[in-house]
């Protein structure tokens, strides 16, 4: 609070005073008091009164710049009463009490809804175990078909297999950081463990990987959040016109804390509209890509994004309408910065 923020916020009190003072004035000077002696009472009254004031100020302003500094640095707003020395005054204790009761009602509506997102990830990892049983058996018995079934059989378990596995990826979407193994690994291991995984879907959409990256550049991360990272780019790739994907990787910089290992997914298949760029990572969005007739739900780039914001990691998405689009993911150098969060995680160009 500034001077004159104090000054209008008090402006009906100084007024009073004000008039207060004009008036003791005018009485001493009608009672036959020198001048020289209501001089002096204008000055002593004035005095005192700039004195109050000044204190006063300085109370009240020291109280709420310690009230907007704290609020500042907390992440969570609502424990600003626990870090608060409790006031003695009476209209700062009213904002106390306040802050106290607003605070303790938040506490309790962020537990209840951590608890709810406990129980639903709870719920769904359960049924992600209790289905793999299920996918399990019918991938023996597709084995029984005869051809050309079988391959389709195992296309189409493979496919639910993967949604399964985003269903639980989402679940703990929120709390990936806590669920990580930071290791140095060889990049182009990633790449090629996707392929492999892929490699059903990517043969059925008759599109052809080639994996130009140096096997010296090694990155540390957790490989099996890299791995669903760089799938989701894989599949959307394929499942959007694209008959050639090539992945590459580089290094720029070399110093640990700035510099950072960059992989790209390059496609030539149909692009994004330059409208659509923008919002390829939000949760649920489609496009006009996802409207034409894939089955497109707008969760896999919104996954991935999130990953890579628990991970500390950088992706970005840059496409040619009808031409072809490039992801890149960004690994830094410096391991520590991964426990991070990027103030740059997902961007567009």
């Known amino acids: 609070m500034s001077v004159l923020e104090y000054i209008r916020a008090k402006a009906a009190g100084l007024f009073c005073m004000a008039v207060g003072i004009i008036s003791a004035c005018v009485i001493a000077a009608v009672c036959g008091c020198p001048p020289d002696a209501v001089v002096l009472i204008a000055a002593v009254l004035l005095i005192a009164t700039a004195c109050a004031c000044a204190i006063d100020c300085f109370r ?18 609502y424990q600003l009463h626990a870090l608060m020395k409790e006031p003695t005054l009476s209209d700062q204790a009213i904002v106390y009490e306040a802050l106290e009761a607003m605070g303790t009602v938040s506490a309790n509506e962020v537990a209840q809804a951590n608890a709810k997102a406990k129980e639903h990830r709870e719920f769904v990892e359960g049924w992600v175990h209790g289905i793999k049983a299920p996918l399990a058996s019918c991938s023996l018995i597709a084995e029984r078909v005869n051809e050309p079934e079988r391959s389709q059989l195992r296309l189409e378990l493979d496919k639910v297999g993967k949604k ?6 989402y679940a703990r979407s929120d709390c990936a950081n806590q669920d990580y193994a930071i290791h140095e690994v060889t990049l182009a291991e990633i ?13 059925e959409q008759d599109c052809i990987p080639e994996i130009a990256i140096d096997e010296s550049l090694k990155v540390f991360t957790d490989k099996k959040q890299a ?3 760089v799938s989701q780019l894989v599949e959307n790739a394929a499942k959007y016109g694209a008959h050639h994907l090539r992945f590459t990787a580089e290094q720029n910089g070399s110093d640990q804390d700035s510099g950072y290992i960059v992989l790209r997914v390059e496609d030539d298949g149909r692009g994004i509209p330059a409208e659509d760029v923008s919002r390829v990572f939000e949760r649920g969005f489609t496009g006009t890509r996802g409207r034409e007739g894939a089955a497109s739900t707008g969760m896999g780039l919104y996954l991935a994004a ?26 830094p150098l410096d391991r520590r910065r991964l426990d991070a969060q990027c103030d740059n995680t997902v961007s567009y160009l």
């Open 60 to 77: 009240i302003k020291r109280f709420y710049d310690d009230l907007h500094n704290l609020a500042e640095k907390l992440e969570r707003p």
């Open 164 to 169: 399964v596995d985003a269903a639980l990826w």
């Open 191 to 203: 790449p090629r463990k996707v392929c492999r995984d892929n490699a059903r879907f990517l043969i």
């Open 227 to 229: 791995v669903f990272i």
């Open 306 to 331: 999130r990953l890579c914001e628990q991970l500390g990691l950088g992706l970005s998405i840059s496409s040619v309408d009808g031409e072809g689009t490039c992801a890149s993911v960004k690994f």
